[in-house]
């Protein structure tokens, strides 16, 4: 099962660096990984997903990579910026067509990008 | 277009009180869920609707939560009686999608409880 607890691991970079968040997921009959955003008071924002049948995916200044052997998941982030930090979360959907939405998440990662 | 609206942003209860959140989806969302966010933790789901017929409710604590979605639209969740541990932010998200695009939910900015 997942480690859970207030203590969220954490990242803090500079403007303009890369940055790159890790997962560890546990099912690996999962069809979808998503990677979402919760700034502080709002809901998780959705940012990229990827399937399980590939092993990277590439978004507007974000890059997902899937190590399937491994269990990993990362999000990369180009040219971070201070509007980037916020508490970033992996997320598996399992296995099944009826499992869409249905998003089991990680504990997150919480990001600070410095001016 | 507008966003998931929940209300109310914030309840203080003591335990064994009762407590109702209230959630309005994006219009023409037929997909609606219930999530909860203990503090330091991710989303866990609760309930999921599809209209307004349950789809997934296998992680409800049915002896104190229960859900509705009348006519398929708004929803309400309810917690009777609440515990101390019932204490984090229900979030509300809703999907137009079907299939692999379901996994896109847009949450509102969920309703933070605290029981005493």
């Known amino acids: 099962g997942e480690s859970v607890g207030l203590h969220l691991p954490t990242l803090s970079v500079q403007e303009g660096d890369n940055s790159i968040i890790n997962c560890a997921y546990s099912n690996s009959a999962s069809d979808y990984f998503i990677w979402y955003k919760q700034e502080s008071g709002k809901g998780p924002q959705f940012i990229i997903d990827?399937?399980?049948?590939?092993d990277k995916r590439q978004g507007q200044r974000v890059t997902v990579l899937l190590n399937k052997t491994v269990k990993h998941l990362s999000l990369q982030i180009a040219a971070t910026q201070p509007g980037d930090s916020a508490v970033y979360f992996c997320a598996e959907n399992g296995a099944g067509g009826t499992s869409y939405g249905k998003l089991t998440f990680g504990q997150g990662t919480i990001l600070t990008v410095h001016p | 277009e507008a966003g998931v609206a929940q209300s109310p942003r914030y309840k203080i209860i003591e335990k064994r009180q009762s407590v109702a959140f209230w959630c309005n989806p994006i219009s023409g969302h037929a997909t609606l869920y219930w999530y909860q966010q203990i503090l330091g933790q991710g989303p866990k789901l609760l309930i999921q609707f599809q209209n307004n017929g349950v789809v997934d409710d296998s992680q409800l604590p049915k002896d104190r939560f229960s859900a509705e979605r009348l006519k398929g639209v708004d929803s309400t969740l309810k917690i009777q009686p609440a515990k101390l541990e019932d204490s984090a932010v229900y979030l509300c998200?809703?999907?137009?999608?079907?299939?692999?695009?379901?996994?896109?939910?847009?949450f509102g900015a969920g309703s933070r409880l605290t029981v005493l």
């Open positions: 990827i399937r399980s049948n590939m």
């Open positions: 998200a809703s999907s137009k999608r079907q299939g692999p695009g379901a996994n896109v939910l847009t």
